[in-house]
């Protein structure tokens, strides 16, 4: 795919191609048209809190037509009566404090994290300590009832939980990251629970934890050299142990083996659930952004969009990782966020151009970074200071930025077979050139560029018709990307939905004041966090669904998967019974904020330049010239392939 930047042609070329009218708060890109799957927001319910983590992680129950919600600021799962995805409605929570297992009660402060539920209704969450160094839980719930049944105690912080596709086993990334201070570094594991047949909670004796004892000094295993060991030795007995930091976890097919992402460490870990232990580590290696198609911006102050090959590696670090099966094999797809490891007085990320002061080494004169220090080049960009370093420890011969601002694909060895490059950041030139890399609380351009891009964070795959998708969500800028993975080798880009309005910068409003319920309605979804994909079978509308958690706008919205050619599903019956009343202003559903935003002008059309070329100010003032002349238009205009 050759994805290109746009520039403006002749205003006289534009208004012989006409606009076509779109809200502005629902990017679509390309022309709907024109894509094989298209992602349409129906439905939006809104918690009215703003970047307090209110809407996380989804999951969605078919039997009862019902989606569960991590609101991790509240410490409680929300649920949503999703029978008619138009119009979500909160029909109750399940709360973590209080529950019962074997050592006591789960206390006040304790923090949701995750979930996952079985189709008979068994909701597993895990639960994090109001200390976080300490043993978390997983918390056991009936997605019918939404009684609470139980918990188990895990291991440290878990951050993530998942059900082997034979609903035997539940699986939880303890990550365990250190105190704040960076007083105290608990061990990193990943727990096996065993799972009764029924709606029921296990009992404390079916928790299996599997360790990484055996990488550390005198074990029976050595851990590969690109395994990032990152920052202070804190936990001496076990220094390796306690800076692996299990992330996200992924179960094969066969229910016989996940996948875990140590993201800080660029890596994953291979558990076999049959006997609860790691079986292997194997580094992600890192991308070579000097080659044409790995290139990214790396500058918030440049006023341009410049995305080129940097002589600067790309540690990949992903956060989700999900698995599916292609020709017989099972491969592994990751979202490569990024994340630099940052506690008490350990800072491990420093910009380029403070290389060489404060102690710390610069840049070797002999690398080609060495003459791109300024603000407008790789001056600006994030990058780490545990990687690079020459081996007498006098300058930095390789400079790191944090994440891949891409999505991979892999073997379950470790092999790469697939990077999607930089298309990420030529689509967001394309799609929404005004914003691109902004930030997800406000809206701004390039404000991300200096620091992950738009970093991909989380992903879901689906099939649709004879396809399989992978939905890629962009936690900084919004939206979902969505990819055509049928083939592992050979993906190809469908398109891209953004229910967002940037007519609305969020955090510049409620801070002057503005009414956060309404400011976040009218700005859509900010930080997509958790995706879930449900299936046409398991659908409401009869249609596949893509359920996103929004943590910043503290939204949960619904987007029908829309194939080409295919019919609109009929309208769904509603769910017997009264519909509860939402609270004004909080916890209300509404229609998407497509429907109720001001509209804005989107796109321009014209020929776009080579990779790698800027584009001038004067093209976002035309785009103002245009929006005061004739708002509430949008030309939308096809990637070439």
Known sequence: MNLRLPTLTAVGCIAALGFASVSAAAVQFPD??????????????????????????????????????VNAQSGVIDVLDSADPSTPAAIGTIAAAGTSWAGGTLPAGAVVNSLSVRPDGLVVAAIEAPTKTDPGWLLFADANSLSVLGAVQVGTQPDMVSLSPDGRLAISANEAEPADDYSLDPEGSVSVVSLPSGVAAPAQEAVRTATFHDWEAGGTRTLPEDVRVVGPEVNTAFPISANLEPEYVTVDANSTTAYVTLQENNAVAVVDLASATVTDIWPLGFKDHSHPGQGFDPSDRDGTIAIAPQPVRGIYQPDGISAYEAGGQTYLVTANEGDAREWGDYA???????????????????????????????????????????????????????????????????????????EFERILAD?????????????????????????????????????????????????????????????????????????????????????????????????????????????????????????VSGSTTFFIVGAAGSEPAPEPEPAPGPSPEPTPGVGASTPPPAHEAAETARRVSGELPDAGADVSPWWFALGAALLAAGGGTVLARRLRS
Request: charged share 20%; glycine share 12%.
């Open 348 to 422: 491990e990320g420093v910009r380029v151009k403070d290389l060489g002061a404060d102690g710390i080494p610069p840049i070797c004169t002999d690398s080609p970074a060495a003459a791109l220090t300024g603000d407008a080049e790789l001056g600006r960009l994030n990058v780490s200071l545990a990687n690079g370093l020459r081996a007498d420890g006098s300058c930095y011969e390789q400079l790191y930025a944090f994440g891949g601002r891409s999505f991979s694909i892999w073997t379950t060895d470790g092999t790469q077979v697939y990077d999607s490059g930089e």
């Open 431 to 551: 799609a929404v050139p005004e914003f691109f890399n902004s930030n997800h609380s406000e809206s701004n351009f390039d404000g991300r560029s200096d620091d992950k891009g738009p970093e991909p964070e989380n992903l879901a795959i689906g099939q649709v018709g004879d396809r399989t998708y992978a939905f890629i969500g962009l936690e900084r800028v919004g939206g979902i990307v969505v990819y055509d993975i049928t083939d592992p080798q050979g993906p190809s880009f469908v398109s891209y939905a953004n229910n967002r309005d940037f007519a609305v910068s969020a955090e510049d409003e409620i801070d002057a004041g503005g009414d956060p319920a309404d400011v976040l309605r009218r700005a859509g979804d900010l930080g997509p966090e958790g995706l879930a994909f449900v299936p046409e079978e398991a659908s409401p509308t009869g249609e596949p669904l893509l359920i996103t958690g929004n943590e």
């Open 32 to 69: 709907p048209a024109a894509s094989a799957v298209t992602l349409t927001p129906i439905g939006t319910h809104h918690t009215g809190q703003f970047d307090e983590s209110a809407a996380e992680i989804v999951a969605f129950h078919a039997t009862t037509k019902r989606t569960f919600v």
